[in-house]
């Protein structure tokens, strides 16, 4: 495996759905702008997916650093991580930290030459952004915030592939920011802090076992837990409809609500989970693709990738919807 190919797939390129979709659809929603430019809408989806891998070999970094041998190997040990076994490629020596850090260094750098180039033309407004970007990405897991050590890291997440990745992208893209990319930024980011909470609740037990502060062991509450949860499942969809009474959406953009029954069985799925984990479930053509469905089942992780995939199909789905009404309006 050469080096390029190396890095890429141990910076967890399974999670760049999460900044990829919002980019695209950033791009799609510009595309009927009169200042379009779309070698520069190209240059932001790709300094996302350089930016956001080198925040996960960032988050690497950092957690490598902050926690011990102890606390890693208590990780690899409970929940849902236990399968996952994150930075074994430094642990089984693959790589050694400063061969890390370079590597971080390399993706922070492609996608810095991308905005610089972007601000040429744009001016400093995406400057503010890409900073932005740049000190919420790093304070992840990196001093002085570390704010996923706090419980915070999944809403920062929402925070920066929703509004400001694609306050990002849509400026770099169009020249402007208008009122109905802020209209779905906000719902796109919540639906991909539910991925990552979704996640939280699942491994809650484990995670308070080993000390590790997701925003799940920061409410403590199972009652709190799903009324954060009702929250980032559905106000996504009490924005969109704002969205469309105040004039800024289309009447289009009613069409997101068929998404809404996927979110109704995922709090669902979660109320069972809260009660009884080990109930089994069995996936329904309405909650998306769930693929090699036999092979999870063989490894024992269904109760918990069938509530996951479905938090991942109701981003997918909500952003697919939006992309198709966003090229019909260009007609």
Known sequence: MNV???WYNNARPKALPQSMLPALLAVCMAAGSPDFSLPLAILA?????FGHLGMNLFDDYFDYRKKGTEFRDKMAGEGIRARIAKCSYLTSGAATLSQLLAACLVFSLVALVFGVVIFWFRGEYIAW????????????SGAPLRLSYHGWGELEVGFIFGPLLMAGVYYSAAGT??????????PVG?????????HSIMDYEPDKKVGKMTLAVLLRDKKRMLAVLFFLLF??????AWGIVRGELSVWYWAVFLTLPMAFSLFRLMIWFVRDPHRVFTPRFWMGPMTNWENIQKIGIDWFMIRWLLARNLLSFFCLIVVIISLLTLF
């Open 129 to 140: 952004i890409a900073l932005a970007l740049a000190v919420l990405g790093i304070s992840y």
């Open 190 to 198: 919540l639906l991909v802090a539910n991925i990552l909470y979704t």
């Open 45 to 49: 989806v790709a300094g996302v997916l």
């Open 4 to 6: 390029l190919g190396f």
């Open 235 to 240: 106000c996504p969809f009490a924005i969109i």
């Open 177 to 186: 920011i208008t009122p109905a990319v802020l209209f779905v930024s906000f």
